[in-house]
């Protein structure tokens, strides 16, 4: 492409552009005329070497009276054979297709574009001879995977449903919990290639028009081949995508994405992704889980505390200990030093190369444990920890303290129950253990300070990643730290933009 363009003036090359973009715009508004042969090179010139792309003539008295065209591995066969091919062989001529097809949602239309996407989802085209419309039938035929429990959020007691690759089947999932006709529905069509549907999802009245128009309006500026997981839409549409913080919310539960369209906040689904997404997110709601609001408040109250106290492990426990066991030692007391250094004695590397071997290895383990069949996956993750850390101290290379101080850190990773949200903890860690093993605890408290100071000037669509602690606002303060009873929530209730992840 670049050679093209150097053999040509720009003023040649913007007259090839505008001709080419006229022409896809004279594509667009195409339309079928009363010739069914003219109509059925339309859809043959648009499917060129497209082996699934199936013609059924259907004669009347050896004229060719109707075109079913269709796309084999998108259509429900079965369908398509007794309620639509069977009819309208059987008919003498003269009726109209929509007097003898009575199956599926059906709908008519003059634009070649606009049926040739229909095809995409599923749609069979019956084209008739004499006629300039065309009729579309709905019998999509994928096979979908069964409704059950997500892996990535499992719960003790709450609903055990999870979304699944079918659009249709998640909005059915929310709508039977929000059954109301405040709850409003936006679909639109992203990537050239893929013409992937996303859904915005909100319930009038209760949401923030602004936010509204936010989204819609990041959705449309998206320009790109393929969209093929909700991952990608992410991406696009955070606020700061090169925050390890995540700025969307997502989640493979209806009953979260329910609560949390109660609160006034946004869903978007995704066709072919069980991961639905959520904007706008604060970082307190990604380290409630829906339990939480299910089982009774105090242990639910007690539940939240220890994640609160298990994320700054995760974050600083092996810097606090590179810190102190490098340049702090005065801080230990005089057994525990003895210990440590008793430990540490044949091994050859420093306290921060140690560490950072430990969590490599660690990080390692878990990914493949993600990774391995699940037949074997978890013994993989459980052996290969203790034979590894259990060889590693009997060789020397590592000390026992560090494998400790390793294994708290791990579990407590995963304290944090938004996924998302726990790969942003994992890595923060990293550059806290750097700064630890080259500035002691002066560097922990400037990590410290970097991280509050970014998290603090996060915006999610508006609202601010810490609110409501930064900016303070005691109005909706009520669910933060504490799982505040139901009953006395309603005595407190605020409006979307105060809620902070609350429900």
Request: hydrophobic share 45%; with cysteine.
């Amino acid at each position: 492409m670049r050679r093209f363009r150097k053999g040509i003036t720009n003023h040649k090359f913007n007259h090839i552009l505008k001709s080419k973009s006229t022409l896809l715009q004279e594509d667009k508004d195409l339309l079928f005329t009363a010739d069914i042969e003219q109509n059925e090179a339309y859809f043959k010139e648009a499917f060129v070497d497209c082996y699934d792309v199936v013609y059924r003539r259907i004669d009347i008295h050896s004229n060719l009276q109707w075109l079913v065209v269709y796309i084999d591995s998108l259509i429900d066969k079965k369908t398509l054979e007794e309620y639509i091919l069977k009819p309208l062989q059987k008919s003498e001529g003269g009726e109209a297709a929509n007097e003898l097809v009575s199956i599926g949602t059906m709908t008519s239309s003059d634009n070649v574009s606009e049926t040739i996407a229909k095809l995409f989802q599923g749609h069979a085209v019956i084209l008739t001879e004499g006629c300039s419309e065309v009729m579309t039938v709905c019998i999509p035929g994928l096979s979908k995977r069964s409704i059950e429990e997500p892996s990535s959020e499992p719960v003790i007691r709450g609903p055990k449903e999870g979304f699944i690759e079918q659009l249709s089947t998640n909005l059915g999932l929310i709508r039977a919990r929000l059954k109301t006709s405040k709850f409003k529905t936006e679909c639109m069509v992203i990537g050239e290639y893929s013409q992937t549907q996303v859904v915005i999802t909100y319930l009038k009245g209760i949401v923030d028009d602004k936010v509204v128009d936010q989204v819609r309006a990041r959705l449309q500026s998206i320009q790109v081949d393929g969209i093929l997981d909700s991952g990608y839409i992410e991406e696009f549409i955070e606020d700061q995508p090169y925050s390890p913080f995540p700025q969307v919310h997502s989640t493979e539960r209806p009953d979260v994405v329910a609560a949390e369209l109660l609160e006034g906040k946004v869903a978007i689904l995704v066709d072919t992704s069980p991961y639905v997404l959520i904007v706008p997110m604060t970082f307190w709601s990604g380290m409630q889980s829906s339990e939480d609001f299910y089982i009774r408040w105090p242990i639910a109250t007690f539940v939240r505390w220890i994640r609160f106290l298990f994320v700054h492990f995760a974050i600083f426990a092996p810097a606090l200990y590179v810190a102190i066991t490098t340049f702090h030692q005065e801080m230990i007391p005089t057994n525990l030093v003895l210990s440590i250094a008793g430990s540490r004695e044949a091994v050859p590397f420093p306290a921060m190369v140690e560490a950072l071997l430990m969590e490599v290895i660690f990080e390692a383990l878990v990914e493949a444990g993600i990774r391995i069949p699940k037949q074997i996956g978890p013994t993989i993750g459980i052996v290969g920890g203790l034979v590894i850390g259990q060889a590693a101290v009997q060789a020397g290379l590592i000390s026992a303290p560090v494998v400790i101080i390793v294994s708290i850190t791990g579990i407590s990773t995963f304290t944090t129950p938004r996924y998302s949200l726990r790969n942003g903890i994992r890595l923060l860690r990293f550059p806290v253990l750097f700064l630890a093993g080259t500035l002691g605890l002066y560097g922990i408290v400037l990590g410290f300070l970097g991280i509050m100071l970014h998290v603090t000037s996060l915006r999610s669509f508006g609202t601010l990643y810490f609110s409501p602690v930064s900016p303070l606002k005691m109005s909706a303060f009520k669910d933060v730290f504490i799982r505040v009873p139901i009953r006395l929530k309603l005595l407190f209730k605020t409006t979307p933009d105060q809620e902070g992840g609350n429900r």
